[in-house]
Every structure is written in structure tokens, then in C-alpha cells.
């Protein structure tokens, strides 16, 4: 869930080298509640220190603002100003490359024609061996269509792209699988599924992507009845992998015994259905759920949860998961001693960690504190490796339980770039794929090169 709204600037300044300087400097951004990430050291003689000072805002104009602030500063001349988040898209993030170098009409004939004529027909005799001799073995969709894109709403499948190359990028660093985002020009669920399906023999695995509820459930749904590789909506089932391992440790530092407590789910898009229909079958307890929307409302009781209303969880419930998408929905009066408030929301929760903690929230997090990219990876490495041709209830508690005895003390998740994390959730997904009777290969750990 983790999405922050920010806009970033890289500002090179020449500081005099006299003491204050910078820190009048750190003052005058915080003052226009402005923040500063990394600041790096190009240069320092008797008289000036010239640093790259990166700096986040929330909008243009705040940037304005915080860059006119930093002119005005006694002692610093901005140099430089770069938008280093849009370098860094140009020409996109992502490209396909060759895996052998062609350097040699030997090579050549044997990656091409003649030589790969005899590949062709291998496969053709039997299918099953392109998994062996293509690229099918690690390809995965990225499908979007561009309608839920998380913290932009429905932006359309061409701006949503660099969200889908960066998950692409996440999927090739962290465990290996070559990611290709496939936009789709349309919001018809029977034309999704057509594209989908017809376009499946290129990859191993489907991840549907930012496509809005409730379409996501019947898309979703379909395809993995109409396919024999694994179809996964990563906002339903990603999402919820996630928070309900943050959620164990949480409940975990702060004696809470999940079976026993009464569990609230407010907003029933597409994460907070998927999260509380996992909580269900994990505690076998009703979850109260709220939703202004009642189709969502009667999904939910249908799954087996409990109709209810913001009020009535707050008032009763010990654990509250929001992902509402609507700021400050959450009153501080609202907080009762002791709960944990999940507040996933980005990039605004429905009620700030410190606000809850204050007001006698027992543990609070927000979307910023539980990220997604914990959970796709691994999930779906799993799945590729042991050739299932789903992702089970069973493989998807597998990564969760992971993730949980996998966080660092004093942590909430692990670090999310650690890729022996994702090795481990990989490990157990095929692993629990293969004991329940559905892996179609013998399971070998993925391993980096």
C-alpha cells in the first residue's frame, strides 16, 4: 500500500563555509513544511561547500516556495536545480535484451534460422517443453487498464506505464522474472478477458494490475477458471498478504491474539474485500465490514462478514483496517484505548499513526508502513517455479506467515528490498503448492544469475 504523493528535486547550492549556514538552510525548508531526503557532498574549500540537496514538496507550486526559501537563505547560492525523477523515465525504465550476444554467424544460426527450426519442432510435439527452451518459463503479464492506479484513481492505461515498468523492474531485481506491462485500451471486462486470455501462451503468470472494483473480482475470477497458469490481482491479494503480516506482528508486540479479537474492515474496494475475506478464513471469525457502497456491502456478507458501519466498528472493534481512500475519515475521538488502527490510505490515511497513538490506540501504521512489493515477487516466483496452475488460500497464508517471521524485531515488515526475503516467500509458495497436489515441476530455488 505503501505510495507517498511527493514531488522531488535534486538543488545543487553553494554554501559559504561558515558555521549556521546549512542548518539555517534545513530550518528555512522545514519552516514551509518541506522535507530533505539524502544530501551529498560535491565539493568543500576554505571559503564554500557545494552540496545536491534533495528535497521533497507536495505540489509545484510548494516546491516554488521551498526553492525561492532556499535563495533567500543567507550564505547559499542555488546553483542547480534537476528533476531527476523524470531523467530517470526518459526512453522508460525497462527494455528487453538479449540473452547471448550474437557475434558470430555460428551464433547466429543457431539462435535463428536454420538452428531454431529444431526448437520449433520439439515444442510443437510437445508444448510442455517451452517451458524448457523459451522465455515462457519466466515471462509475466502485467496487465493494467490504467482505472485504479493507487494514489491517482482512474488515470488511464498510458500514464498508469511507469507504474507498471517499475513493478516490472521490482520482479527482475528481486527475484528474477522478466515482467511485461501490457496496457489495455478499454474498461470492458469481456474485452479484458479476451485480450488476456489470447495473449496468455507468452507468459507463465498473469498479475492484473490498478483495475478498478468491482470489475477486478469477475476478471480476475474468469481468467483463472479460463487459464492454467496463475491469474493474480496484486491490489486484492498482494495487498493483503502484506497487511495481515504486519498485522500478526502488530498484534503480536501488543498481546493481541488475532482469534480472539474483534476485527473491523472499513472500505470493501478491492484490498479491503481481499483483506477481510483472508482474516476470515484465518481467525474463522466474522469481520465487520463498511462500505458506502452497498453492492460492496453484500460481497462481503456473502464471503461471510458482518454488515456494518464506521461508528459501529470503531466503538467495537480491538483491530480497524481502513483503506477507504479518504483522509482524516477516522475522528481522534473515534480512537478507543487499545485498538490498532491500520490506516492504509495513501497518501493520505484516514487518521495520521501519531493522532491515533495519542488519542490511546495501542499500535497505529499507515499505508507508508506496509508495502505490496513484499508480497508479488515472491508470490509469484513460487508459483512459476513449482508450475501451479493457481495461487491457493494455502500459498497465499504460506508467503504471509513468512513475511510475519521474517520482520526484524522493533520492524513492522522486513525491509523490502532484502532479497532473501523474497527468495523464502518463493520457497514456501511452491513448496505449499507441491504438498497440496497441484505443482506441475520439481520446485528449484530460484537463484540470482
Not at 283 to 302: C, H, I, Q
Request: with cysteine; hydrophobic share 45%.
Amino acid at each position: 500500500m505503501a505510495w507517498e504523493r511527493k514531488i522531488m528535486r535534486t538543488v545543487r547550492v553553494r554554501n559559504q563555509n561558515k558555521a549556521g549556514t546549512l542548518a539555517r538552510l534545513m530550518t528555512a525548508i522545514s519552516n514551509l513544511g518541506a522535507s530533505v531526503g539524502t544530501i551529498e557532498l560535491i565539493n568543500e574549500t576554505a571559503h564554500s561547500v557545494v552540496r545536491d540537496i534533495t528535497v521533497y514538496a507536495d505540489d509545484t507550486e510548494h516546491m516554488d516556495h521551498v526553492i525561492e526559501a532556499m535563495r533567500a537563505n543567507e550564505g547559499t547560492r542555488v546553483l542547480e536545480i534537476r528533476d531527476e525523477v523524470l531523467a530517470l523515465h526518459q526512453k522508460g525504465k525497462i527494455a528487453i535484451r538479449s540473452r547471448y550476444p550474437i557475434d558470430s554467424i555460428a551464433t547466429l544460426r543457431r539462435v535463428y534460422t536454420p538452428g531454431v527450426a529444431e526448437v520449433c519442432l520439439k515444442i510443437a510435439d510437445d508444448p510442455e517443453l517451452a517451458r524448457l527452451y523459451t522465455s515462457v518459463s519466466h515471462m509475466v503479464a502485467i496487465v493494467t487498464d490504467g482505472t485504479a492506479v493507487l494514489g491517482l484513481g482512474d488515470i488511464g492505461p498510458l500514464a498508469s506505464m511507469p507504474v507498471m515498468e517499475g513493478k516490472a523492474m521490482l520482479m527482475e531485481t528481486l527475484v528474477g522474472l522478466s515482467g511485461m506491462p501490457i496496457l489495455l485500451n478499454t474498461k470492458d471486462p469481456d474485452r479484458i478477458v479476451q485480450a488476456v486470455s489470447t495473449i496468455a501462451p507468452t507468459f507463465a503468470a498473469i498479475q492484473l494490475e490498478d483495475i478498478s472494483a468491482p470489475r477486478c473480482f469477475e476478471i480476475e475470477e474468469r481468467l483463472q477458471t479460463m487459464l492454467n497458469i496463475p491469474v493474480m490481482h496484486d491490489d486484492q491479494h498482494g495487498t493483503a498478504v502484506v497487511s495481515l503480516a504486519a498485522l500478526k506482528v502488530a498484534a503480536k508486540r501488543v498481546n493481541v491474539d488475532m482469534g480472539k479479537a474483534v476485527i473491523g474492515q472499513v472500505g470493501l474496494g478491492a484490498a479491503g474485500n481481499a483483506i477481510g475475506r483472508m482474516i476470515i478464513r484465518l481467525t474463522g471469525n466474522a469481520v465487520l465490514g463498511a462500505d458506502v457502497n452497498e453492492e460492496a456491502v453484500g460481497r462481503f456478507v456473502s464471503a461471510g462478514g458482518r454488515k456494518s458501519t464506521l461508528n459501529e466498528i470503531m466503538a467495537e472493534c480491538d483491530i480497524v483496517i481502513a483503506t477507504t481512500g479518504v483522509p482524516n475519515l477516522i475522528r481522534p475521538e473515534m480512537i478507543r484505548k487499545g485498538q490498532i488502527i491500520f490506516a492504509l490510505s495513501n497518501p493520505n490515511p484516514e487518521i495520521d499513526p501519531d493522532t491515533a497513538l495519542a488519542n490511546g490506540a495501542a499500535f497505529a501504521a499507515d499505508g507508508k508502513s506496509v508495502n505490496n512489493v513484499l508480497g508479488f515477487p515472491g508470490i509469484l516466483r513460487g508459483a512459476v517455479d513449482s508450475n501451479a496452475p493457481r495461487i491457493t488460500y494455502e500459498m497465499l497464508i504460506a508467503a504471509m506467515e513468512t513475511l510475519a517471521a521474517m520482520t526484524p524485531a522493533g520492524e513492522l515488515t522486513p525491509n523490502p528490498l532484502d532479497k532473501k526475503v523474497h527468495r523464502e516467500v518463493a520457497r514456501v509458495v511452491a513448496e505449499t503448492a507441491i504438498k497440496q497436489g497441484i505443482a506441475r515441476a520439481e520446485f528449484v530455488p530460484y537463484v540470482e544469475g
